[in-house]
């Protein structure tokens, strides 16, 4: 299984284009705007991952180490993200253990069916 990270929306369109992962993981670190949040994943990056079965992953592990304000930033990217691949069908892969995977995005609004699917495909 390949995976690859990609900072922006441009490089990760670009990756999940050209088919050469597996699974893309989140780079959930960035510069929010008043009115809106900086976020790699778009409805139409979904859409396209979900076309060509490249599953989004999420660095849990980067998301413990960082301080209080920037893990509320990072979970309402996160939240946005799981909101765009549960419309599209895109499956999601995360890096804990069972329980705790379940835990985190049941909280941020993940389907049952992306649930499971995140537990039996970590990266």
Same mark, same amino acid.
């Given at each position: 299984?390949?995976?690859?990270?990609?900072?922006?929306?441009?490089?990760?369109?670009?990756?999940?284009?050209?088919?050469?992962? @597996?699974?893309?993981?989140? @780079?959930?670190?960035?510069? @929010?705007?008043?009115?809106?949040?900086?976020?790699?994943?778009?409805?139409?990056?979904?859409?396209?991952?979900?076309?060509?079965?490249?599953?989004?992953?999420?660095?849990?592990?980067?998301?413990?180490?960082?301080?209080?304000?920037?893990?509320?930033?990072?979970?309402?990217?996160?939240?946005?993200?799981?909101?765009?691949?549960?419309?599209?069908?895109?499956?999601?892969?995360?890096?804990?253990?069972?329980?705790?995977?379940?835990?985190?995005?049941?909280?941020?609004?993940?389907?049952?069916?992306?649930?499971?699917?995140?537990?039996?495909?970590?990266?």
């Amino acid at each position: 299984m390949k995976t690859i990270t990609a900072s922006n929306s441009e490089n990760a369109r670009k990756l999940i284009e050209s088919k050469c992962c @597996d699974v893309l993981i989140l @780079d959930l670190r960035g510069h @929010d705007r008043i009115k809106k949040l900086f976020t790699i994943i778009t409805p139409v990056i979904a859409r396209i991952a979900h076309t060509n079965n490249v599953a989004i992953g999420i660095d849990a592990q980067a998301l413990k180490k960082s301080s209080s304000i920037e893990k509320a930033s990072t979970l309402a990217r996160l939240r946005e993200a799981i909101k765009y691949c549960r419309k599209t069908r895109t499956k999601l892969a995360v890096n804990l253990p069972k329980h705790e995977a379940h835990a985190l995005l049941l909280s941020l609004g993940a389907s049952t069916e992306q649930l499971t699917q995140a537990i039996t495909q970590p990266f």
